[in-house]
């Protein structure tokens, strides 16, 4: 309120219109009797002054937001008209409020955020303004744009954001265990960087940023964030193999997202794991074996990954995949195998327990030897592979070790190697290149049947590993000798035979006088004897340093007609003598070179030969007897090539060796016996048998081996399919613990079907020297039916030939009463163990006989020479080549018994001895 105050001058005019406006201003003020009366009462010139209206007292802020402020005040007098000045981005606002309420509320809009604002509140009285009252009041600050979370980790979370209008004030509150956190942040950069510290892992946490401005509030801007959350504690490998790993882990606060991670042949796996349970379980697969792998396991809770746990884990190593047994000798075997990886080592074990742990190997294969062993002993042995501790699955086989066969105390004889072998083998062999003689008697080995002279490898063998091998020489043949007057008596010429078998050289040894000769030669011509003496003479054979047995020891006298001559009537009978040498020296020198033992006619040219007649057979069978049997020996030697040059292709043929019983005795391709094969089930067409002559036709006998296991159902085949009405077996099935012939009939009543054959005995008669049997025989197919009489001759001794000549030409008698009474002119098969020497003395016998009833001769050296044609070795020695003879003998001359002695004591006969071995080893087939 202004003070008025007056100055009374002597300017009338002045004072006139001071007084009229005086005036004027007293008579508006009649219209307020409150101020008009305080006025009045003063004077009247100053009641025409209006004065100004007081300001409000106090002006509030009732609430505010982002753009408004809402003011509240108390009218001054009941004045209702008030003026609000401000200033806004830079231009003065006004706005004129008129307040009927006892309370005045304005809200200043349209206003910026977080901004202080300069109020002038001017309350109008009858248009005069009141001075004024000023204020100022601030809007609320805006929320921050954004929240980043800067970094993490399992304890605080940073986060940045950008300032609000330079305002520097925050307030960051959230929840922690519970309680409520307030972190007041003062902020000066551009860019606000806080962390808050303390928290809780794997936790997610609600926050709200207020900014404050001038103590007021944003409305909060809210976001969430999390902590990392906290490795497994531990994995564990519940279980693995070759290519899995198993792996179990409890969770962490119930996350259930993991993520593993691993290489792998170099390159990088990842696999996200789910988890559910209380107790994570996870199988890696696809892995490599016996391999060390780094794995990482994350654990994920809200996208956020914790440090990782890194652990490392191993598959199972695998097995060896082959050992190999590169060396095996009489103490050791070397084993061998494939090193895949250098970090692997290897255990082996022998029989069960360790004896090698072999680490470290550098090379691609591992070799170890085993030592100290047994020889030809069988060693179980397992390979296996450990890497960190972990063992694969053993490689588990078996050896054996190989046996020292020079250290065995063989027995070698004119035929046959023995010896008892210790250790294990499957199977012996003894082979000279061309034959292979098998041993069938475990560990006593036993080859017999063997080349004199012959050198054999004996081989050993376990499967398929060779146990050992070593050669041995077979004991030369023996021989036979003679000698011949040579040189008047000064000189002996001594000429041998060509033993059977191999030998390389000749000791001839006359008074102690020994000379080598290669075998080239038969014979030697000694100087520096005299006539008319008896000198010992010995010789042996020699198949390289091995020499024979026995050597063949003679007397040998010189020629005695020169001595006889010269001597007393050496004067008197000069002339003569003379003559003599120039007659006998150029007309008869045959006289002096002409052999003095005997040369048989059938020596030359045996298919020449002429029969012997019934008269002249006697002495034909002295002549062959002199000079120790020595014409025998010649005819027999002579039959040894017949024949041979043959061929015997289809009975080499692999499907059918094992047809055969001895890998020498093979029937020769011309004439052997076919089997049909019209049966498609019939491969092969083959049987060891041959047809053999007769006295009337070229098939009267079929001439084959005694039946295998697996030729029986031939044998029937044959019988069927030649018509066959009888069967003449020469042999026992066994003789001596030898299996000669299978028996191929049935054993008592019960039929037996052979094939397609159904074979039954209707009768057995036994006698002491052979056994009589029928048998029905019938085709399964067409029922067709037939008999067929079985003569068995039982009484061939183990070791030599029938006690007389008698026994066996009575059983030949009913094999022939058999053939005469059936007529059918079908083939009588005769069969012994090969089917060649008692077969063909049988058949040979028969043969012979009928020609000396019919004819009155026989051609015993003829026959024979024939059926070696058909079949190689019939009548297979010498010994049953003289029996023939000694039969027709006894036939002719029954009351002479003194030859029998030759069958019982025929050592003193046979004075060779290797001939006598030989008889007996071969009489045995
Ligand atoms: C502020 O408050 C006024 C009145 O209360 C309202 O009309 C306006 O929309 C509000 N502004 C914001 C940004 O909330
Ligand atoms: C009262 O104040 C307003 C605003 O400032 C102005 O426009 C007006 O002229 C004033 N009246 C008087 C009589 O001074
Ligand atoms: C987390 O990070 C902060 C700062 O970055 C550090 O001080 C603290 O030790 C860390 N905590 C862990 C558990 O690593
Ligand atoms: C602003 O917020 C803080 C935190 O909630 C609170 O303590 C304070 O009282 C508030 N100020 C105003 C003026 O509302
Ligand atoms: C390894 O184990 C897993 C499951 O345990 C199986 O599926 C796999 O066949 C096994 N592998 C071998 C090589 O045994
Ligand atoms: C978590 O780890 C996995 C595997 O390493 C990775 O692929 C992913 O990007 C990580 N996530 C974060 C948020 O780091
Ligand atoms: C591995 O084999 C050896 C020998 O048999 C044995 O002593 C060891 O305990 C085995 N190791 C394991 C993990 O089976």
């Given amino acids: 309120m202004r003070p008025l105050s007056f100055k009374i001058t002597s300017d009338h005019f002045l004072l006139w219109v001071l007084l009229s406006l005086l005036w004027g201003v007293t008579g508006s003020v009649t219209a307020s009797p409150t101020t008009a009366t305080t006025q009045t009462a003063q004077s009247t010139t100053l009641s025409t002054i209006k004065p100004s209206p007081e300001n409000v007292k106090k002006v509030e802020v009732q609430g505010r937001n982002e753009t408004s402020i809402t003011l509240t005040w108390s009218p001054v007098n009941n004045i209702s008209t008030y003026i609000l000045q401000y200033n806004k981005n830079g231009s003065s606002k006004k706005e004129n409020i008129s307040a009927s309420q006892a309370e005045v509320k304005h809200e200043v809009s349209s206003l910026n955020a977080g901004t202080k604002y300069h109020f002038t509140l001017v309350t109008v009285f009858e248009g005069v303004n009141s001075t004024g009252y000023t204020f100022t009041a601030v809007t609320a600050p805006e929320n921050v744009k954004k929240v980043e979370v800067q970094g993490r980790n399992e304890t605080s979370i940073t986060l940045t954001w950008s300032p609000v209008n330079n305002i520097s004030t925050y307030i960051l509150q959230y929840n922690k265990n519970g309680s409520s956190k307030k972190e007041n942040i003062s902020a000066s950069q551009a860019e606000v960087k806080h962390e808050v510290s303390s928290l809780n892992a794997g936790t997610k946490y609600h926050f709200t940023l207020v900014t404050v401005f001038e103590g007021v509030n944003s409305t909060g801007y809210t976001f969430t964030a999390v902590t990392a959350p906290e490795n497994v504690k531990k994995v564990e490998v519940q279980g693995r193999n070759e290519t899995s790993i198993t792996l179990t882990w409890s969770p962490v606060n119930n996350i259930s997202t993991y993520i593993l991670q691993y290489n792998k042949n170099g390159s990088s796996k990842k696999e996200n794991i789910s988890a559910s349970q209380a107790e994570v379980k996870h199988e890696v697969s696809s892995l490599n074996a016996g391999t060390k792998y780094h794995f990482t ?382 049966d498609s089930s019939e491969s092969s067409d083959y049987i060891n048998a041959n047809y053999m002559p007769g006295y009337n036709s070229n098939r009267e006998y079929i001439a084959t081996q005694g039946p295998l296991p697996s030729t029986v159902n031939d044998f029937w085949r044959m019988i069927w399919e030649q018509t066959v009405g009888g069967v003449v077996m020469v042999t026992n099935c066994t003789e001596g613990g030898r299996t000669k012939c299978e028996r191929y009939w049935p054993a008592n009543s019960t039929p037996c079907l052979y094939g397609n054959l159904l074979v039954t005995m209707t009768s057995e008669q036994q006698d002491p020297n052979w056994t009589l049997r029928d048998f029905n025989v019938k085709h399964r197919n067409t029922s067709e039916q037939r008999t067929v009489k079985h003569f068995h001759f039982t009484s061939w001794p183990d070791h030599g030939v029938p006690q007389c000549t008698e026994v066996l030409m009575q059983f030949r008698g009913l094999v022939r009463r058999h053939i005469e009474r059936e007529r059918t002119g079908a083939p009588t098969v005769v069969h012994c163990s090969a089917g060649v020497g008692r077969t063909g003395t049988i058949i040979a016998l028969d043969v012979l006989l009928q020609q000396l009833e019919k004819k009155g001769e026989v051609d015993i050296n003829g026959f024979v020479h024939k059926m070696r044609l058909n079949r190689p070795h019939m009548v297979q020695t010498e010994s049953q080549y003289v029996f023939l003879h000694q039969c027709i003998m006894d036939i002719l001359q029954p009351d002479e018994k003194t030859d029998e002695h030759i069958y019982e004591n025929t050592d003193m006969i046979y004075v060779n001895a290797t001939a006598l071995q030989e008889f007996r080893y071969n009489s045995n087939p």
């Fill in 297 to 678: 396991l994350v654990t994920v809770f809200e996208g956020v990954n914790s440090t990782g746990y890194t652990f490392t884990a191993v598959t199972v190593p695998p097995k060896v995949p082959f050992v190999n047994v590169s060396e095996r000798s009489v103490t050791s075997i070397t084993l061998k195998w494939i090193n895949v990886d250098r970090n692997w080592s290897y255990l082996l074990q022998i029989n069960g327990s360790d004896v090698a742990d072999i680490k470290n190997v550098s090379s691609d294969v591992v070799s170890h030897s085993v030592t100290s062993l047994n020889p030809g002993t069988m060693y179980k042995y397992s390979v296996t592979t450990v890497f960190e501790e972990l063992n694969s699955t053993a490689y588990e086989n078996v050896t054996v070790t190989a046996i020292d066969c020079a250290s065995v105390a063989w027995h070698v004889g004119n035929s046959s190697i023995k010896g008892i072998v210790e250790g294990l083998f499957s199977n012996a062999t003894a082979s000279n290149g061309s034959q292979t003689h098998v041993s069938f008697g475990g560990n006593n080995v036993s080859f017999t049947g063997l080349y004199p002279g012959a050198t054999y490898e004996v081989s050993l063998m376990y499967e398929t590993y060779q146990q050992c091998r070593h050669n041995l020489t077979i004991l030369p043949p023996g021989l036979t000798a003679h000698c011949e007057y040579w040189a008047a008596g000064y000189s002996i010429r001594i000429v041998w035979n060509k033993p059977v078998g191999m030998w390389t050289d000749v000791e001839v040894n006359v008074t102690g006088k020994p000379k080598k000769i290669p075998n080239t030669v038969q014979y030697i011509v000694i100087p520096g004897f005299l006539p008319a003496r008896t000198y010992e003479v010995s010789l042996a054979s020699f198949s390289g340093t091995v020499r024979s047995s026995e050597p063949f020891v003679f007397k040998c006298s010189t020629d005695p007609r020169g001595v006889i001559a010269g001597s007393v009537l050496a004067v008197l009978l000069f002339c003569v003598l003379v003559f003599l040498a120039i007659f006998i020296l150029f007309i008869r020198p045959d006289l002096i070179s002409r052999k003095r033992t005997f040369i048989s006619g059938c020596e030359l040219v045996t298919k020449k030969c002429s029969a012997i007649s019934v008269d002249m057979f006697a002495a034909h069978f002295h002549q062959l007897s002199m000079d120790d049997n020595r014409g025998f020996s010649v005819e027999y030697e002579s039959l040894i090539p017949v024949g041979t040059e043959q061929t015997q292709k289809v009975a080499v043929l692999p499907e059918n060796k094992p047809k055969n019983r001895f890998n020498n005795v093979l029937p020769y391709d011309w004439c052997r016996v076919k089997l049909t094969t019209s």
